[in-house]
């Protein structure tokens, strides 16, 4: 059985690639060089699929900066301080990334014969972003089953999992720490400055869910709570 995993190199999408993993699957991680702000993740992800010797790791180069409107791909956007508190979507949306990244996984998915597609979205300690709701998933897995050649003439669903997207980020440092994923490889800082900056949204929640589920963080910060 095959899975292609969307990863990215930070947390949510490696425990979500140690999921699969549990599950007997073939890993075929997918991963973005979208021009974003920083490639440090990028180079966790590299680190990541090593790690689990997959067959192939394959990186899609694409030029999402040149849509502009994201702090992760427009370095005039400045990266804010983490404001937990607030109902707006940070600056650190990039517009529609989970649409076209899925649909990349979709077409992948297709052409490799893989059964599943794995990706990290999580609803519950996030920054509020559309694209990682049940709703979003939900609709995308319809669009998936109209899609396909697979789907309509060879009647092979490709199902869109999503192992992570009800739990806490405590839950998912527990999770990732039973299943042995190499939460020291990974990287989740959207500042991107070599060291995680342990300030903006990503840090503030990653520190939380490790210092909740009684764990220390494996990898170094400027600054901690």
């Not at 890993?27 to 699929?49: D, G, T, W």
């Not at 649409?99 to 599943?116: D, V, W």
């Not at 800082?189 to 949204?201: S, V």
């Amino acid at each position: 059985m095959k899975a292609v995993v969307l990863l990215s190199g930070g947390l949510d999408s490696t425990v979500c690639m140690a999921v699969a993993k549990s599950q007997n699957y073939d890993l075929y991680p997918l991963s973005f060089n979208y021009n974003q702000r920083h490639s440090i993740e990028l180079e966790s992800a590299k680190e990541v699929a090593e790690y689990y010797e997959v067959t192939r790791h394959l990186i899609i180069e694409n030029n999402m900066n040149e849509f502009g409107g994201s702090a992760l791909t427009d370095k005039s956007i400045e990266v804010p301080a983490a404001n937990m508190d607030s109902k707006e979507i940070p600056p650190t949306y990039v517009p529609a990334r989970n649409l076209i990244f899925l649909s990349y996984a979709l077409g992948y998915a297709e052409a490799i014969g893989a059964e599943r597609i794995f990706i990290g979205v999580n609803a519950l300690d996030y920054s509020g972003y559309p694209d990682c709701r049940p709703e979003f998933i939900s609709l995308f897995q319809k669009l998936a089953d109209y899609s396909t050649k697979a789907s309509v003439q060879d009647k092979k669903e490709i199902i869109i999992e999503t192992p992570l997207i009800q739990l806490s980020k405590k839950d998912i440092v527990i999770l990732g720490t039973k299943l042995q994923a190499p939460l020291h490889l990974t990287h989740s800082c959207y500042r991107g400055d070599g060291i995680a900056c342990g300030n903006c949204d990503s840090c503030i929640l990653r520190l939380r869910g490790f210092k909740e589920a009684g764990f220390q963080d494996p990898i170094s910060y400027d600054k901690k709570l």
